[in-house]
């Protein structure tokens, strides 16, 4: 197999090349995935603002905030 001139800065272009396009791709992907994702998230995060944080704290069944804070909690709530 003779050496051709310029063979090898060839394939290095050509690799170099799909590296870009594979990059590009990916990029593009995650891209799109976050724009779905970010409706969904803020959904999620207001649900769980308005749920407890904990729940077990405020029965008191569990060691957790201190009473001023569970007080505060259920004040709220009414």
Do not use: C, H, W
């Not at 077990?56 to 069944?61: D, I, K, N, R």
């Not at 009473?67 to 505060?72: K, L």
């Amino acid at each position: 197999m003779p050496y051709q001139a310029g063979s090898s800065a060839q394939r290095i272009r050509i690799g170099l090349t799909g590296l870009a396009f594979a990059f590009l791709l990916v990029l593009l992907g995650s891209i799109i995935s976050k724009s779905g994702r970010s409706e969904t998230a803020n959904n999620a995060t207001q649900a769980t603002e308005n749920e407890p944080s904990e729940p077990l704290a405020e029965l008191g069944v569990a060691p957790g905030a201190s009473s001023d804070e569970a007080n505060s909690v259920t004040t709220n709530k009414k």
